[in-house]
């Protein structure tokens, strides 16, 4: 089951590899100004993510230890999910 498993993902990369072609960062000789320019935009300092997993793992964990615990961790998951959402929308980062 493993291996199936495993040719599955080894298909899937060598169809995406053929399909997308030598990216500059395989080819010895390219230069830095090959590459995109945007890589994307993310926030280097939020603590959104860090809660997010955190209360994330609280409810998960919640169907091992008791499911009293998914309720304190559901809302509280719930707000760091809308913080994550809304973190570009207000204060320092705001577009």
Same mark, same amino acid.
Do not use: C
């Given at each position: 089951?493993?291996? +199936?498993?495993?040719?599955?993902?080894? *298909?899937?990369?060598?169809?995406?590899?053929?399909?997308?072609?030598?990216?500059?960062?395989?080819?010895?000789?390219?230069?830095?100004?090959?590459?995109?320019?945007?890589?994307?935009?993310?926030?280097?300092?939020?603590?959104?993510?860090? *809660?997010?997993?955190?209360?994330?793992? +609280?409810?998960?964990?919640? =169907?091992?230890?008791?499911?009293?615990?998914?309720?304190?961790?559901?809302?509280?998951?719930? +707000?760091? =999910?809308?913080? *994550?959402? *809304?973190?570009?929308?207000?204060?320092?980062?705001?577009?």
């Amino acid at each position: 089951m493993l291996s +199936i498993m495993a040719a599955f993902i080894a *298909f899937y990369l060598g169809r995406t590899h053929k399909n997308q072609g030598p990216v500059p960062e395989d080819i010895l000789d390219a230069k830095i100004s090959d590459g995109d320019a945007e890589i994307g935009f993310f926030n280097a300092w939020s603590w959104w993510p860090f *809660f997010l997993g955190l209360f994330g793992s +609280i409810v998960f964990a919640s =169907l091992a230890v008791g499911w009293w615990l998914f309720f304190i961790g559901l809302p509280l998951g719930l +707000i760091a =999910l809308i913080g *994550f959402v *809304f973190e570009n929308s207000r204060g320092h980062y705001a577009h």
